[in-house]
């Protein structure tokens, strides 16, 4: 895991990030919607639980990539 985490690049990483977080960028991110969603409990189907991670998944490869440096 920590080899995998080595080789993505900070900078693909941060724009993934930005980019799937704010895509799309009108009417509303579907992150800060579906986050709503789950705040809410509406977030039941599956589409909208697998969008959630699909736009959350490059935030938590940077949050895995920062755990696992100080390793």
């Known amino acids: 895991m920590r080899e995998f985490l080595?080789?993505?690049d900070w900078a693909v990483l941060i724009i993934a990030a930005v980019l799937l977080g704010l895509?799309?960028?009108r009417p509303e991110p579907?992150?800060?919607e579906k986050?709503?969603?789950l705040a809410h409990g509406?977030?039941?189907r599956p589409i909208d639980i697998l969008d959630l991670?699909?736009?959350l998944?490059?935030?938590l490869l940077i949050a895995l990539k920062l755990l696992y440096?100080?390793?």
């Open 23 to 25: 895509a799309p960028f």
């Open 53 to 55: 991670l699909f736009h």
């Open 42 to 44: 509406t977030l039941r």
């Open 35 to 37: 986050l709503r969603m």
């Open 30 to 32: 579907h992150l800060v």
């Open 57 to 59: 998944s490059p935030l």
């Open 6 to 8: 080595n080789r993505l």
């Open 69 to 71: 440096r100080g390793k």
